[in-house]
């Protein structure tokens, strides 16, 4: 049986590997690792529950953390860093199989969204998992 753990380290290895530093100021992170009141954009990657089935389909949810502008006395959403931290990389995980791990990645959705409380938005890509349970 495939973990949670172990999916989320297979898409943050492939998110750390690609040239996301160049779009973001901050880092990328499992869940629960961002350090507290973060004040760089990062990218966090997390999981919903792995059933104990034949074909374990899964979630894992690539969040990019991106701080408000602020302009003219006002806050602003990033949405440049969010479009191009996107943008970069929903490509990666567009029917991705990974042979050695026998699973399959690809997009389900992603959306945009401001985090309460604080002055950022994330956007969240949503993957969708499929793996064959030896």
Do not use: C, H
């Amino acid at each position: 049986m495939i973990t949670s753990v172990e999916l989320m380290s297979m898409v943050y290895k492939i998110v750390r590997n690609s040239t996301i530093k160049t779009v973001i100021n901050g880092d990328v992170y499992l869940a629960g690792t961002r350090p507290l009141n973060s004040t760089k954009n990062d990218i966090v990657i997390a999981s919903l529950a792995v059933p104990n089935d034949t074909l374990q389909s899964s979630v894992i949810l690539v969040q990019i953390f991106a701080k408000d502008l602020f302009l003219n006395n006002n806050y602003l959403p990033d949405y440049t860093t969010l479009k191009n931290a996107t943008k970069l990389l929903t490509p990666l995980f567009k029917d991705l199989y990974l042979n050695n791990e026998k699973t399959y990645i690809d997009i389900e959705y992603q959306r945009d969204y401001k985090v309460e409380g604080v002055q950022e938005w994330v956007s969240v890509i949503r993957l969708k998992t499929r793996t064959i349970n030896n």
